[in-house]
């Protein structure tokens, strides 16, 4: 969602370290913090944070999150998306163009996994599944993946074995 207030504050001391507001895509980012325990907090419609929200962690291994706000009927719940999950490595899986139109092109390197096969799905900010595809054989490499039916924003593409899931964020735009 566009305009909307985010922050961080320190888990420890409770004090303000970072702000920011949504751009049309709903993204927004937070530069420079020190390792630590921090909460997220939005300001939309006066709704409240979820509070069995999760301070997020940033250290020495892991100094970028992803995370989904999700603005539910009475509260704000956030999910950190890497938790269980490993980012792709961007000279490994390719996903183009960027952004996207009404197709994305993947090319999936056969040894990012251990079977044969990966599951192909895609999540909306509100991590509802809009497609999956539970078999996608790697030798079909690479494969057009049809999204004309999508709506204009940000997604997230999910490629998972039975041992392995990569992630990648992909923006429509027609």
């Not at 009475?74 to 952004?99: C, E, R, S």
């Not at 079909?140 to 924003?153: A, M, Q, R, V, Y």
């Amino acid at each position: 969602m566009p305009d909307v207030y985010v922050f961080i504050k320190s888990y420890a001391d409770g004090k303000l370290k970072a702000f920011d507001i949504s751009d049309e895509n709903g993204s927004f980012s937070f530069d420079g913090l020190e390792n630590g325990s921090y909460y997220f907090l939005a300001d939309y419609m006066g709704k409240p944070m979820d509070a069995a929200n999760t301070p997020l962690i940033i250290s020495d291994a892991r100094k970028d999150i992803e995370i989904l706000a999700t603005v539910g009927t009475d509260k704000i719940t956030v999910k950190d998306l890497a938790t269980g999950i490993n980012d792709a490595t961007p000279d490994k899986l390719k996903v183009y163009p960027v952004p996207a139109g009404d197709n994305i092109t993947i090319l999936i390197p056969e040894e990012l996994f251990s079977g044969k096969s990966v599951r192909i799905s895609l999540h909306d900010l509100y991590s509802r599944n809009v497609y999956i595809n539970d078999k996608y054989y790697l030798s079909e490499n690479p494969l057009t993946l049809d999204i004309s039916f999508l709506s204009n924003g940000i997604y997230l593409l999910e490629i998972s074995d039975q041992e392995n899931c990569q992630r990648v964020k992909i923006i429509k735009m027609r």
